[in-house]
């Protein structure tokens, strides 16, 4: 069985670019939700998409979106960077919306 | 709305020592409860889940965790810690179909 997998593994952008980050579900998991952990803090829900349609959003502004593609893979895109959007991104995967989820690695942000 | 503390910041126990790690959570039904452990630099793993049932649950690593509802508790326990127990573990509380709140997170160090 394949785990969640991020790609990249860490990306230094300049403030007001845009970034996207992206993840490969855990096997027969159509489920992916997006966290936003910055350091030293627990981590915060950005979204969720089931069957490619967003079932859920934290309270982060619009600038924060996504896709799901039909592979059940996911993107989060995050338009006009700013330094506090330095952080630890983490991609969870579950089947069928289930609140047991499955960790990737991680993308590192740097924001300068 | 869901809510997560853990009281405890940092903790130092001795290798072979005993460990418990507090949470306390706030939600109005019965809660799906977790804990995660995370080491520096990766994502989380799961290490054990409390959904119905008995209020005592056993996780992989020889972690154990129990469900006390009149305390609003789910605190974390392992007889004897070894060094590679050094992390940081979170608490969560989720929902089905719904986001995970996690704690602040409670950093681990043993000493040998």
């Known amino acids: 069985e394949t785990g969640v997998t991020q790609s990249p593994t860490h990306l230094i952008k300049t403030r007001g670019q845009q970034v996207t980050l992206r993840c490969s579900s855990q096997?027969?998991?159509?489920?992916v939700s997006w966290y936003q952990q910055a350091l030293g803090q627990g981590p915060q829900f950005i979204f969720q998409?089931?069957?490619?349609?967003?079932?859920g959003r934290g309270n982060f502004p619009p600038r924060f979106s996504g896709l799901q593609f039909p592979n059940y893979s996911s993107e989060l895109n995050v338009n006009a960077l700013e330094l506090d959007d330095s952080a630890l991104y983490l991609c969870?995967?579950?089947?069928?919306?289930?609140?047991?989820?499955?960790f990737g690695p991680g993308t590192r942000l740097t924001v300068t | 709305a869901q809510s997560v503390t853990q009281p405890d910041i940092h903790i130092t126990v001795s290798e072979g020592a005993s460990l418990e790690l507090r949470c306390n959570y706030s939600?109005?039904?019965?809660?799906?409860l977790f804990w995660y452990v995370q080491s520096p630099g990766q994502g989380l793993q799961l290490l054990l889940k409390?959904?119905?049932?008995?209020?005592l649950v056993q996780g992989i690593k020889g972690f154990e965790a129990e469900f006390k509802r009149s305390q609003s508790s789910f605190n974390l326990r392992k007889p004897s810690v070894h060094w590679s127990d050094a992390a940081e573990y979170f608490c969560?509380?989720?929902?089905?179909?719904?986001?995970?709140?996690f704690g602040a997170g409670t950093i681990l160090r043993v000493k040998s």
């Open positions: 969870a995967s579950s089947r069928d919306r289930a609140v047991e989820q499955y």
């Open positions: 096997s027969g998991h159509n489920t």
């Open positions: 998409y089931y069957r490619e349609e967003e079932n």
């Open positions: 939600y109005g039904a019965t809660p799906y």
């Open positions: 409390y959904f119905s049932g008995d209020t």
């Open positions: 969560a509380v989720g929902e089905r179909g719904n986001k995970l709140v």
